[in-house]
């Protein structure tokens, strides 16, 4: 979107109040070299952290990165209101960990068995789910985390609240930390792909479509775009990225459990998306590993987890809704108009001496 | 028939508190736009803080339910103050359906936390207002504090016709469903109205938790399964006819005893939320949910 219509600079006012001369609505890099910094980024942050429980915590992030960068491109682009990213996101994790501990399929073969699956069930539910207008499709997705927490905690099939344990990792080393830090690098390049195919996305032809839809569905369609077909789409790679991050998150964690299908795993992924900045890939990312690190590494904040991520939603929604993208643009163009008044106020003063 | 009789007897009973949160939610939604995702966290406050402090701080069991309801009614109140007020009066904030949904979801795991911080995770029951046995009719048998909510939802639901017929508030509450700016340029203060209501239905919600936690407990985290399915029953009436708001969560309630007790008591609520999802995306427009707010 960054080429489209989202990085034209607008002199609207923004939903958050942002009056504004200049307002970027996107500033994010090229497509390949920012997957490429992503990638990198997190390879060499996982070199550095090693197999240490900070190290579980990011290869950990990284995979919820994987699922916001999907709801970038499908909440915070596009505007689809769906609620079914824990959804799919437990159908990835468990897809997986199903495929490898009862049918002994290996790591690649059950991460891509995953994709394909998911893309199924996406197809399908999408083209009953996509078609929902207005309220009808935030009301029915809020139902499916509550449909299949349900199900996967009575179902002994599915390892009841104890869950699946065993999940291969991604990449197996000879050692424990050796194992987590393979397995979190090849979650960064997962990840620095995605991003790609995300960038890529945002500024074709279809990423406009897609702006000109969140913008004005009457308008979009008066201008020949099928939104029922763009729906169906950005339903399905909003549903794929999430799976796919589950299924990353549940080899970084060897074990699979029905929390990962709550309300409250929706919540948290809601959060990482605002707080990062819902239109922004690499804003999103950081949004997702700093939620992780906060809720793991703090004490304080995991034993009130629903409180901070509450509170914190509250803010972003009243102070930034933009996030930390918002506010670090803001802090720009603030430090920008500084700069401009004092070369300003200099220039006088030298022409006059 | 006693088992069906039973089971009808068990599914008014909490299709009446669904009825009485999808009502709550669509007479604050005419008003707010805003979906109430929090009332049944509002509930868990009325129940768990009667329990607790009947229990623990040893006060009578009236003082304590009308200590939990004065402390919801505080909760909601503050809410519009710090939260909604200036997302939507001043505009500082979200709006569309982020604001329709986002701010009450975000409320509703705060008091979820805060419950869980402060009550732990056990299951509290409020003591009963109306102690004693099971009362017993032609094999049917309905618990006392099944009774008072079922009473108390016919009041409160007439109260609510009478409301919304009879007095002025009433009235501008339904101007302001009907046109939030058309009632403003006839006088209706549309701020002041949401502020009364949320902090109304709040305390109607606290009331029925302390009164139905006899019957099936309360934990911290109750909330948002019952606030979702008064929502569903509230979105089946469009948000904006709290009469069929009212018929649709008694159905609800009613549907899902009827599963439990004939087709799995373990697996009733996936199907109960799998049929609802399946109508909500078959006939949306049906149920005058095509409305964008975008």
Same mark, same amino acid.
């Given at each position: 979107?960054?080429?489209?219509?989202?990085?034209?600079?607008?002199?609207?006012?923004?939903?958050?109040?942002?009056?504004?001369?200049?307002?970027? %609505?996107?500033?994010?890099?090229?497509?390949?070299?920012?997957?490429? =910094?992503?990638?990198?980024?997190?390879?060499?942050?996982?070199?550095?952290?090693?197999?240490?429980?900070?190290?579980?915590?990011?290869?950990?992030?990284?995979?919820?990165?994987i699922v916001?960068?999907?709801?970038?491109?499908?909440?915070?682009?596009?505007?689809?209101?769906?609620?079914?990213?824990?959804?799919?996101?437990g159908?990835?994790?468990?897809?997986?960990?199903?495929?490898?501990?009862?049918?002994g399929?290996?790591?690649?073969?059950?991460?891509?068995?995953?994709?394909?699956?998911?893309?199924?069930?996406?197809?399908?539910?999408?083209l009953?789910?996509?078609?929902?207008? $207005?309220?009808?499709?935030?009301?029915?997705?809020?139902?499916?985390?509550l449909?299949?927490?349900?199900?996967?905690?009575?179902?002994?099939?599915?390892?009841?609240?104890?869950?699946?344990?065993?999940?291969?990792?991604?990449?197996?080393?000879?050692?424990?930390?050796?194992?987590?830090?393979?397995?979190?690098?090849?979650?960064?390049?997962?990840? $620095?792909?995605?991003?790609?195919v995300?960038?890529?996305?945002?500024?074709?032809?279809?990423?406009?479509?897609?702006?000109?839809?969140?913008?004005?569905?009457?308008?979009?369609?008066?201008?020949?775009?099928s939104?029922?077909?763009?729906?169906?789409?950005?339903?399905?790679?909003?549903?794929?990225?999430? %799976?796919?991050?589950?299924?990353?998150? =549940?080899?970084?964690?060897?074990?699979?459990?029905?929390?990962?299908?709550?309300?409250? %795993?929706?919540?948290?992924?809601?959060?990482?998306?605002?707080?990062?900045?819902r239109?922004?890939?690499?804003?999103a990312?950081?949004?997702?590993v700093?939620?992780?690190?906060?809720?793991?590494?703090?004490?304080?904040?995991?034993?009130?987890?629903?409180?901070?991520?509450?509170?914190?939603?509250?803010?972003?929604?009243?102070?930034?809704?933009?996030?930390?993208? $918002?506010?670090?643009?803001?802090?720009?163009l603030?430090?920008?108009?500084?700069?401009?008044?004092?070369?300003?106020?200099?220039?006088?003063?030298?022409?006059?001496? | 028939?006693?088992?069906?009789?039973?089971?009808?007897?068990?599914?008014?009973t909490?299709?009446?508190?669904?009825?009485?949160?999808?009502?709550?939610?669509?007479?604050?939604?005419?008003?707010?736009?805003?979906?109430?995702?929090?009332i049944?966290?509002?509930?868990?406050?009325?129940?768990?803080?009667a329990?607790?402090?009947?229990q623990?701080?040893?006060?009578?069991?009236?003082?304590?339910?009308?200590?939990?309801?004065?402390?919801?009614?505080?909760?909601?109140?503050?809410?519009?103050?710090?939260?909604?007020?200036?997302?939507?009066?001043?505009?500082?904030?979200?709006?569309?359906?982020?604001?329709?949904?986002?701010?009450?979801?975000?409320?509703?795991?705060?008091?979820?936390?805060?419950?869980?911080?402060?009550?732990?995770?056990?299951?509290?029951?409020?003591?009963?207002?109306?102690?004693?046995?099971?009362?017993?009719a032609?094999?049917?048998?309905?618990?006392?504090?099944?009774?008072?909510?079922?009473?108390?939802?016919?009041?409160?639901?007439?109260?609510?016709?009478?409301?919304?017929?009879?007095?002025?508030?009433?009235?501008?509450?339904?101007?302001?469903?009907?046109?939030?700016?058309?009632?403003?340029?006839?006088?209706?203060?549309?701020?002041?109205?949401?502020?009364?209501?949320?902090?109304?239905?709040?305390?109607?919600?606290?009331?029925?938790?302390?009164?139905?936690?006899p019957?099936?407990?309360?934990?911290?985290?109750?909330?948002?399964?019952?606030?979702l399915?008064?929502?569903?029953?509230?979105?089946?009436?469009?948000?904006?006819?709290?009469?069929?708001?009212?018929?649709?969560?008694?159905?609800?309630?009613?549907?899902?005893?009827?599963?439990?007790?004939?087709v799995?008591?373990?697996?009733?609520?996936?199907i109960?939320?799998?049929?609802l999802?399946v109508v909500?995306?078959?006939?949306?427009?049906?149920?005058?949910?095509?409305?964008?707010?975008?």
């Open positions: 979107m960054s080429a489209g219509l989202a990085e034209q600079p607008t002199r609207e006012r923004s939903p958050g109040g942002m009056t504004g001369r200049l307002r970027w %609505a996107a500033v994010d890099p090229l497509p390949g070299a920012g997957a490429l =910094a992503i990638a990198v980024a997190g390879i060499v942050a996982m070199a550095a952290l090693g197999g240490s429980y900070n190290g579980l915590t990011l290869a950990t992030g990284l995979g919820y990165g916001v960068v999907g709801m970038v491109v499908q909440i915070g682009y596009s505007h689809q209101l769906a609620f079914s990213q824990s959804a799919f996101l159908i990835g994790a468990y897809a997986s960990a199903l495929l490898e501990t009862k049918y399929l290996s790591v690649a073969e059950a991460v891509l068995a995953t994709l394909a699956l998911s893309a199924v069930v996406a197809l399908l539910s999408g009953f789910i996509t078609r929902a207008p $207005g309220l009808a499709l935030p009301l029915a997705t809020l139902l499916l985390p449909i299949l927490y349900q199900l996967a905690t009575f179902s002994q099939y599915l390892g009841s609240f104890a869950g699946i344990s065993g999940v291969l990792p991604l990449i197996q080393g000879g050692s424990y930390q050796s194992t987590l830090t393979d397995t979190g690098m090849v979650a960064a390049a997962i990840l $620095g792909v995605v991003s790609f995300a960038w890529r996305v945002l500024r074709s032809g279809v990423g406009l479509q897609l702006a000109a839809t969140a913008r004005d569905e009457s308008m979009a369609e008066g201008l020949g775009v939104l029922r077909q763009r729906r169906l789409e950005l339903f399905v790679f909003g549903s794929i990225l999430a %799976a796919l991050g589950g299924a990353v998150i =549940a080899s970084v964690q060897a074990i699979v459990t029905p929390d990962i299908l709550s309300l409250s %795993a929706e919540l948290t992924l809601l959060v990482m998306l605002f707080i990062g900045g239109r922004s890939i690499p804003a990312i950081v949004g997702a700093g939620i992780e690190w906060l809720s793991t590494r703090q004490p304080s904040v995991s034993s009130n987890l629903l409180i901070v991520e509450g509170a914190l939603l509250l803010v972003v929604l009243l102070i930034e809704p933009e996030g930390l993208a $918002g506010l670090l643009r803001r802090v720009a603030q430090t920008e108009r500084l700069l401009r008044s004092v070369s300003r106020t200099r220039k006088p003063a030298e022409e006059t001496t | 028939m006693s088992t069906f009789g039973n089971l009808i007897v068990a599914g008014i909490s299709g009446a508190i669904y009825a009485i949160f999808a009502a709550c939610v669509t007479i604050w939604f005419r008003v707010s736009k805003v979906l109430n995702l929090a049944g966290d509002f509930a868990m406050i009325g129940a768990i803080g329990a607790k402090l009947a623990s701080d040893g006060l009578p069991t009236a003082p304590a339910i009308l200590v939990a309801i004065a402390a919801a009614a505080l909760i909601a109140w503050l809410f519009d103050w710090v939260v909604l007020h200036p997302a939507l009066d001043w505009a500082r904030g979200h709006s569309g359906v982020v604001a329709v949904f986002f701010y009450t979801f975000a409320l509703s795991f705060v008091l979820e936390g805060l419950a869980k911080l402060a009550f732990g995770t056990d299951v509290y029951a409020a003591p009963a207002v109306w102690a004693g046995g099971a009362l017993s032609g094999g049917l048998h309905v618990q006392r504090a099944a009774i008072l909510v079922i009473a108390l939802a016919v009041i409160c639901g007439l109260g609510l016709v009478i409301y919304l017929r009879y007095t002025v508030s009433g009235k501008a509450a339904t101007a302001s469903g009907q046109s939030v700016t058309g009632a403003r340029i006839v006088g209706v203060d549309g701020q002041r109205l949401r502020r009364r209501i949320l902090v109304a239905t709040a305390m109607l919600a606290a009331l029925f938790g302390a009164l139905e936690s019957i099936t407990g309360y934990v911290y985290n109750t909330g948002p399964t019952i606030s399915i008064g929502v569903v029953a509230a979105g089946f009436a469009a948000f904006r006819h709290p009469g069929r708001a009212v018929l649709f969560g008694l159905a609800m309630g009613i549907a899902e005893s009827l599963i439990g007790g004939y799995s008591t373990e697996y009733n609520e996936v109960l939320y799998g049929l999802a909500i995306l078959m006939v949306p427009q049906r149920l005058g949910l095509q409305e964008q707010y975008g």
